[in-house]
């Protein structure tokens, strides 16, 4: 121990602050008791005639309800996405298209409290997540594929490039104005229309953004949004008349996807699971690499698929990680989402909550060592204390599976080619991070991890021109960037002669 | 007086080896004995394939765009074989050209399909094309040489190591190739070329956890169940064609990765 952290040791923990109750105003959302199905520019009753209650999960209170579309509303939403598209949207000049899109980002601008608000009560994240990430990124993403609109003949040398038709849109409830921001609005620069299904336990903010569509005068049926369980999306993947398909969930319904589709010559992007690996060499800048660590695995309650849930720590820096890190858990703030102080929210459901005692329990019984700070937690809703497991083989279900929750598993090395293989041992390859302070290990540790996001003394970080996406069974394409315009796009050769 | 000539025995491509495959079967076709592989010598070549995959993909770009090359040298060198083999003449040219055309390539994909990107906080980021990994072909029936040609540079020049079942009806271009191939400073299990029934292979092929990237275009009736089968390991399918080229057909075999680093002092 040096002597630094000897002083460390010894300084007092501040676990015992209190703080003032500083929530978010929720009167700023209203909200409709029953919502329909969003079809050629309307919210209309669904033809299936069912509802389900759409819930707070940090009250297990009703929020509203909301439609669980069938195969009919299904049906006339392709039809409304096709008939958009035939009859307007892709004979749209491209400067116009590039409009509507700017439009849309400056309203979720304008409207980004609103929607902050409506994200963390729906789906249980910290206000101060939703606030500074989710919304901002949401119009930004908007604001940068806006741009593309009318320069897509700039973008891939020597193509003509043009729509596909129909895009079919799955997301997930992680971030869910985020990823319908990342699915939407390429598919539209591109100059295609969408039937986009966003997560059953969040569906309120895509249905608000139905809202934004209308302000900004968007075309009926460019857009349409059905909501609904795991039914709807497999009728939208299964119609005939969509042409393509992008799904960001889990690597088992992306399998099932990909079967689903097979032999149809549907154009296909699957944003799939991780299992991240989060490495930190003894070189690199402690206290900066325990940030790093918290944020990659307790930002949004580790509901996030690059989550770097695998901390792969090297030998001699082991116990100064664990400790530090261990202190920093104390600090976390766990509590109302709505809180600006809260750092996590709610789990996003009960069947989630389930899924993450199910691997936690096994990871006790496996033989890992748990690690949970003190922390009261509120007696309704859906809660999981942030855990870290140590003595943690690689064959452990916690080590290998997509725990989708707040709960790290440390695991450790010699050598750079021990981490790199422990990182790389895992049919997954959607993101790892690296810490150290030397800039040639970096580039050699980066080169030889099999992801497709690398953040290098950092990590979460997420930009509309860094394309993002997965290696392996993490999936297939890329989202944001240039390269997330490729997806939406039949890439023609150029006519001969010319 | 005539002599007989000594007649070349038609073997698998493995590892950077000729061996016969380890069922002992053979098929006729073109008039000869060809090897008929099995699904063990199928998953001998992905493993060959496995292992050759760090050394030819740590290699630099300009050094792969130099062994390409060289597989066309030692085509020129073998013309009048290959074109007995093939159509002909003609055919074994536009393979041989097409080579070239991918060698040059090598050094060049990744400034045309990656980026600089320019994020909105004080980060440096940029994406770069690196290998799938191993990739199964189903090379076209035809042109028995320049189909297999046409679909097999693509898939290496970025890096990945192929394993490719040759044209079942005319195998012996193929064969022809992979001797061209193994004279070229091709590092052994970079190409493996197998011979025999693809109906037998391929869905073994399809299915392979380890294999990272299918081109079933050369697949009929089976696709759809070809397909089904790589969702196994979400392998990306890629339905090529004999008469592409371009370096998008390298990006079908391509993943992108994207790196943040932290700008500061």
Known sequence: ?498 | MSRLPVRKTYKLFVGGAFPRSESGRTYEAQGQNVARASRKDLRDSVRAARGAVPKWSGMTAYNRGQVLYRIAEMMEARVAELADLSSGRAEVEQAIDRWVWYAGWADKYAQVLGSSNPVAAPYFNFTVPEPTGVVGVLAPESPSLDGVVARLAPVIVGGNAAVVLAPEAEPLASIELAEAIATADVPGGVVNILTGHRSELAPWLAGHMDVNALDIGAADGDAPELERLAAENVKRVVHGRADRQSPYEIANFLELKTVWHPIGV
């Open chain 1, 1 to 498: 121990m040096t002597d630094l952290e000897r002083r460390q040791d010894r300084a007092p923990v501040p676990s015992g602050w209190d703080y003032a109750p500083a929530p978010e105003a929720r009167d700023i959302v209203t909200l409709q008791e029953r919502y329909g199905v969003f079809i050629g520019g309307e919210l209309v009753d669904p033809k299936s005639g069912e509802h389900f209650a759409t819930i707070d999960p940090s009250t297990e209170e009703p929020l509203a309800e909301v439609a669980q579309a069938g195969p009919k509303d299904v049906d006339l939403a392709v039809k409304a996405a096709r008939d958009a598209y035939e009859n307007g949207w892709s004979g749209l000049s491209p400067a116009e298209r590039a409009k509507y899109l700017f439009r849309i980002a400056r309203i979720l601008q304008e409207r980004s409290r609103e929607f902050a608000v409506l994200e963390s009560l729906n789906g249980g994240k910290p206000i101060k997540e939703s606030r500074d990430v989710d919304l901002p990124l949401s119009a930004a993403h908007f604001f940068y594929y806006a741009g593309w609109a009318d320069k897509l003949e700039y973008a891939f040398p020597n193509r003509t490039p043009r729509p596909i038709g129909v895009a079919g849109q799955i997301i997930p409830w992680n971030f869910p104005l985020l990823m319908l921001a990342w699915k939407v609005a390429p598919a539209l620069a591109a100059g295609n229309t969408v039937v986009l299904k966003p997560a059953e336990t969040t569906p309120l903010t895509a249905l608000l953004f139905a809202d934004v569509l209308r302000q900004a005068e968007l075309p009926p049926g460019v857009v349409n949004i059905l909501t609904g369980d795991g039914r709807t999306g497999a009728e939208i993947v299964k119609h005939e008349d969509v042409d393509k398909i992008a799904f960001t969930g889990s690597t088992e319904v992306g399998k099932a996807i990909q079967r689903e589709l097979a032999g149809t010559g549907k154009k296909l992007t699957l944003e799939l699971g991780g299992k991240a690996a989060n490495i930190i060499f003894d070189d690199a800048a402690l206290d900066q690499a325990v940030e790093g660590i918290v944020n990659g695995i307790y930002f949004n309650q580790g509901h996030v698929c690059c989550a770097g849930s695998r901390l792969l720590v090297q030998e001699s820096i082991y116990e100064p990680v664990i400790d530090k890190l261990k202190e920093r858990l104390k600090t976390l703030r766990l509590g109302d989402p709505l809180d600006k102080n809260t750092d996590v929210g709610a789990i996003n459901s009960k069947q989630q909550l389930e899924k993450i005692q199910e691997l936690v329990a096994s990871g006790e019984e496996e033989g890992a060592e748990i690690y949970q700070p003190p922390c009261r937690l509120p007696e309704r809703g859906y809660w999981f204390v942030p855990t870290v497991f140590t003595n943690v083989a690689q064959s452990y279900r916690v080590a290998q599976e997509e725990i989708f929750g707040p709960v790290l598993s440390v695991l450790t090395f010699r050598t750079p080619d021990e981490a790199v293989e422990k990182a790389n041992n895992t049919p997954y390859g959607l993101s790892a991070g690296v810490w150290t302070e030397k800039g040639s290990r970096i580039l050699s540790i980066a080169q030889q991890l099999k992801a497709g996001v690398i953040w290098a003394n950092t990590y979460n970080r997420f930009d509309p021109s860094s394309p993002f996406g997965g290696y392996k069974e993490s999936g297939f394409g890329r989202e944001g960037g240039l390269h997330g315009l490729e997806p939406y796009l039949e890439l023609d050769e150029p006519r001969a002669g010319k």
